[in-house]
């Protein structure tokens, strides 16, 4: 089976001064369609900047970056919006929902984007927001919701265009342990009911491992270990 995902000798470097951030150096690996995998590191090992080369908000120094066999790398900013829109879900850890805006709203704002008529984005939103057991907070605000539940409406945000691909940044870093099960539940869900690709980044070891197919570690932007923490979807556990 063709990965979805492939890295090879990805790097991004960031000028400083004098001196040359190595936030990524040198990083190579593979995703198949249907994996759970873990990006597991401390702060600025290099986890979230490889996430947002994959999610297309920020382009590598060097290397290659392929999405469905196309090249990230070489893609215009054109290019990236639209790989953005209908490839990849994003969830970040600080939700950013827009706060004027209900539930509803900030799921149809991305529907809208895509150009999906008023009647039919509202009820896909509606019905997104039922998969995540949101169906009475449709009218409220970022503010007036738990931070498990805006966690939820930020994953049903991701799901609207149908994304083979969920990139998950430290999506239960604000979040306590027993809300943070309930949403990595919902990922996991996505993932063996659904079959979306997930790439989560998270620095907790024992969520990881619970959760994922393949833990990928890095230290100092590279990669220092990647296997497999159990099977996948479908395999034996």
């Known amino acids: 089976m063709a990965a979805i995902i492939e890295v090879q000798d990805l790097k991004r470097h960031y000028p400083m001064g004098h001196t040359v951030v190595r936030a990524l150096d040198g990083v190579s690996f593979a995703v198949q369609p249907g994996e759970f995998v873990g990006l597991l590191g401390t702060s600025g090992s290099g986890k979230s900047t490889l996430l947002n080369l994959i999610a297309g908000l920020d382009t590598p120094t060097s290397g290659r970056l392929k999405i469905f066999d196309q090249n990230l790398d070489q893609m215009s900013r054109e290019q990236l919006s639209l790989h953005r829109r209908k490839n990849v879900g994003i969830i970040f850890q600080s939700f950013n929902l827009i706060a004027t805006m209900t539930a509803l709203e900030n799921i149809t704002l991305a529907l809208m984007f895509a150009g999906m008529p008023r009647v039919e984005r509202e009820q896909h939103a509606a019905n997104l927001l039922r998969a995540v057991g949101l169906s009475d907070r449709a009218a409220h605000r970022p503010s007036e919701l738990s931070g498990g539940e805006q966690q939820r409406v930020s994953i049903a945000r991701a799901m609207a265009n149908s994304p083979a ?16 099960k309930e949403i990595l539940d919902i990922l996991e869900t996505l993932n063996r009911q ?14 990881a491992t619970r959760y994922a197919h393949r833990i990928i570690q890095l230290s100092d932007g590279q990669i220092v270990a990647n296997g497999t923490s159990h099977e996948p979807a479908g395999g034996t556990a």
Not at 165 to 180: F, H, Q, R, V, Y
Not at 200 to 207: E, G, N, P, Q
Request: hydrophobic share 45%.
């Open 165 to 180: 691909i969920l990139l998950a940044d430290e999506p239960t870093g604000n979040l306590d342990s027993k809300t943070a």
């Open 194 to 207: 659904e079959g979306k690709t997930i790439v989560m980044v998270t620095h907790d070891a024992v969520l």
